[in-house]
Structure formats: C-alpha cells, structure tokens
C-alpha cells in the first residue's frame, strides 16, 4: 500500500507564508530555497557558503550530503536570490568566515553551524502557529516537485532537478490531484481532440453520403 505524499492546499500555504513573513530573514531564505530547489532538509543544512554561484543563481549540491550520493547543480529564482543577498549581509555581522551557509544565532551555539534538529524546530513551530500540523521540512520539496508537474515539466527533468535515482521515486513524490490530470489532459489533447469530435459530428453532404431525395427516409 503506497500513499501520496501530503502537500498543503493553497489556502494552508498562504496561512504558512503569513507566518513566516515575519520571520528573521534566515528562516525565510532557507524555506525560499527548498522549495525553490526542492532541497532536503540535509541538503539545505548542510550549504556551504562556496556552493552559491550568485552571478548564474545556482546551487551545488554537493554528493557527500544527498541521498543518493549524487552530485547536482541547481537554480534558484530572482526573488530568492534578493532574500540571500540580504542574509549574506546579515551572516557577515555573525561571522565573515567561509563554511556553513546557515548559522545558529542562539547564546549556546552562537555563528556555529545550524543543525537538522534546529531547522525541524523551527518549521514545527511554523506549522503549529500556521495552524498546519501536517507542514514539514519535506513539504516544500514535495510541493515544488507536484509545481513542476503541473507546469508542464517531463518526468525524467524532474527526476534530475530532484536528484532521484530512478523514476519510481519522481512518481511517488508528485502529487496531481484529479483536477490537475484532468487539466494536464484537456491542455495537451484539445487540438487533437477538437479534430476527431470535427470528425465524428461532421454532417456529409447527400452525394457523397450516397443519399439522395428519392430515397425513403
């Protein structure tokens, strides 16, 4: 028995947005980008501040912290490129040296690393205040892939931009409710369905339907 994967509404993904709107802004740059580069929670923590390619807005995500040991080269949008010049910014008045992207900002662990464990944290704390108790790290990895989908994308595009092994787990993690498929399918079949309904309701002229007014009705 294989179920779907749970990813929010439209409705509970404004009601997480609002509350993380007014989050500190390396909060709101790490879930920008793993929706934005559907990253796991793993690989999220675990950027490295030479991974970033902000001319060409890109990712390495480096093999050591993927699930499959597999390296990949990801991009990111316009917007969230704005929201990491800003942490940038903010990182330097907590620590100028190179390694670890994110970085706790607590009395403890203070410019130390940001661990799994914090992150999970926080995004709990976000889906409770969001009233979305269902919300996880790995919603926003789960919605950009279904958001790919949707889109149009093809399965093994996808399946790269994901860093899945093989096409199995692409499938297990989009998400197309009823709607979309139906959508999917009216948008790639309406030329070629236009024609055959033309076909089959196109009224012959009497000739060459062979009929002719003498001929009982």
């Known amino acids: ?4 994967p749970w990813i929010p509404a439209e409705q509970q993904w404004r009601d997480v947005l609002a509350v993380f709107r007014v989050e500190p802004i390396r ?7 793993a929706y934005d580069a559907a990253l796991r929670r793993e690989e999220l923590c675990s950027l490295r501040t030479d991974d970033l ?4 807005r890109m990712l390495r995500i480096r093999a050591e912290t993927t699930k499959t040991r597999r390296e990949r080269v990801v991009p990111y949008s316009a917007p969230t490129g ?9 990182r330097a008045t907590i620590s100028r040296a190179r390694g670890p992207l994110f970085l706790s900002e607590s009395h403890r662990n203070h410019a130390e690393p940001l661990t799994l464990w914090t992150w999970s944290k926080v995004v709990r704390r976000i889906a409770v205040a969001a009233e979305v ?11 950009c892939l279904t958001d790919l989908a949707r889109s149009g994308w093809e399965l093994h595009a996808i399946a ?22 139906s959508d999917k399918l009216s948008r790639g ?7 055959r309904v033309g076909m089959l309701t196109e009224q ?3 000739a060459a339907a062979g009929v002719t007014s003498s001929e009982p009705g």
């Open 133 to 143: 108790p269902r919300f996880s790290t790995h919603t926003m990895r789960h919605l």
């Open 27 to 33: 909060n709101r740059l790490m879930l920008a980008l």
């Open 82 to 90: 704005v929201l990491l010049t800003q942490y940038l910014r903010h």
């Open 53 to 56: 390619d902000p001319a060409h």
């Open 160 to 181: 790269t931009f994901a860093g899945h092994a093989n096409l199995d787990s692409t499938m297990r993690y989009i998400h197309l409710s009823g709607r979309d498929l």
């Open 189 to 195: 079949m309406a030329q070629i369905h236009e024609w």
């Open 1 to 4: 028995m294989v179920k779907l």
């Open 204 to 206: 012959p002229d009497a």
